[in-house]
């Protein structure tokens, strides 16, 4: 994958299981959908407070919603 397409798919999932879709967690997070999509997919890290709102609203801990799919991919080699 491409720099701009490291998916968090860990972030993704969590959204879903809560239930929401990228709009509603953009106004739970009180920020844009549009910079919420890119958290999401990876192309902006999104400061610290909004992580520790996702590990509020998610019940996850943020390590693992900051994931990307590059970071899982190279752990999955290394384990």
Do not use: P
Not at 43 to 57: H, M, N, Q, Y
């Amino acid at each position: 994958m491409g720099r701009g397409q490291q998916v968090r798919e860990n972030l993704k999932k969590a959204r879903k299981a809560a239930g929401l879709t990228q709009q509603q967690m953009a106004d739970r997070l009180e920020i844009t959908l549009v910079y919420y999509q890119k958290i999401e997919s990876g192309d902006r890290t999104g400061d610290f407070s909004i992580w520790d709102r996702l590990e509020d609203i998610t019940g996850i801990h943020q390590r693992i919603l900051r994931e990307t799919s590059e970071t899982h991919h190279g752990k999955a080699k290394s384990q």
